[in-house]
């Protein structure tokens, strides 16, 4: 049996190694770095208060997933955040930034909104965890069916967003 001591060290060093991709996640879900710290502080606070049932990370990681969507779609559904809510916040925080060109950041952040709520979660879901179709739908509670088609959508919308504009050169 693991004692208290030995708990709190496993959840500080598991919070130092993933709270980057908890944030990353956060803010591809929400948008917003500011709504998306609050998504991964009370996500920390809800899997510190479990700590003690998990044993594997891969369950571990789950969880907080599981977590992290389930307290996005409370923040999303309370009625004075649809009030109050501002305009996206385009930074993301620099200690988080993917390999991408800052245009292209821009870009894919904007898309990346543009989808309605579930899509952009699937996607984040499917494509920035690397999660499995059934691993998606397990997580927020879907049909695979429904997985695939929000997928489908979302990566025909982000084409069509995304695609390079060309113009020819005659003239």
Request: hydrophobic share 40%.
């Given at each position: 049996m693991r004692t208290r001591a030995?708990?709190?060290?496993?959840?500080?060093?598991?919070?130092?190694?993933r709270r980057t991709h908890?944030?990353?996640?956060?803010?591809?879900?929400?948008?917003?770095?500011?709504?998306?710290?609050?998504?991964?502080q009370q996500t920390l606070t809800k899997l510190?208060?479990?700590?003690?049932?998990?044993?594997?990370?891969?369950?571990?990681?789950?969880?907080?997933?599981?977590i992290l969507v389930n307290?996005?779609?409370?923040?999303?559904?309370r009625p004075f955040r649809r009030s109050?809510?501002?305009?996206?916040?385009?930074?993301?925080d620099r200690a988080g930034r993917m390999d991408l060109a800052y245009e292209d950041l821009d870009d894919l952040?904007?898309?990346l909104r543009?989808?309605?709520?579930?899509?952009?979660?699937?996607?984040?879901?499917?494509h920035y965890w690397g999660l499995s179709v059934n691993e998606t739908a397990d997580t927020l509670g879907i049909a695979p069916g429904t997985v695939k088609s929000q997928t489908f959508e979302a990566i025909a919308q982000l084409r069509r967003t995304l695609e390079p504009t060309t113009t020819t050169g005659k003239g």
């Open positions: 030995q708990r709190e060290a496993e959840f500080s060093d598991y919070v130092a190694r908890l944030f990353r996640t956060a803010w591809l879900i929400c948008g917003d770095s500011h709504l998306a710290e609050d998504l991964v510190y208060v479990s700590w003690h049932r998990l044993r594997e990370e891969s369950a571990v990681d789950a969880y907080a997933r599981r307290t996005h779609l409370d923040e999303v559904r109050e809510r501002s305009a996206p916040d385009d930074e993301l952040g904007a898309a543009a989808l309605p709520p579930g899509q952009r979660t699937v996607v984040v879901l499917r």
